[in-house]
């Protein structure tokens, strides 16, 4: 009998648990884009892909090219929140970029 308390309350944590993962697995998602311009040099774009999301540099002059070479680069699909943070941040390094629902 002493068990059962404990085996519930295991349960109750579980089942928390797995709501949680639930509502982060069918949440919105949004790319955030970064846009061409021509007033930013590539190592600037590259070195802030870097820092912000914490690219490599490979996937970073990726996402870098991508943007020179088409207009616009993806660089995350995240949910709104993260999304809007990363977009404000790029912003902020003087980086032209939006977010899209995926």
């Known amino acids: ?4 308390p404990d085996d519930q309350n295991d349960r109750v944590g579980t089942i928390t648990e797995i709501k949680r993962d639930m509502k ?6 949004y790319k955030v884009l970064i846009h061409n311009d021509d007033k930013n040099d590539m190592m600037h774009v590259a070195r802030t892909l870097i820092e912000i999301f914490k690219m490599d540099a490979e996937k970073a ?4 090219l991508e943007a020179h070479n088409t207009g616009v680069g993806l660089c995350a699909v995240e949910p709104l929140e993260h999304a809007e943070l990363h977009m404000e ?3 902020a390094k003087s980086l032209s970029s939006t977010i899209e629902a995926d």
């Open 1 to 4: 009998m002493g068990q059962w």
């Open 24 to 29: 982060e697995m069918f949440m919105k998602m």
């Open 61 to 64: 002059a990726k996402v870098m």
């Open 89 to 91: 941040q790029l912003r």
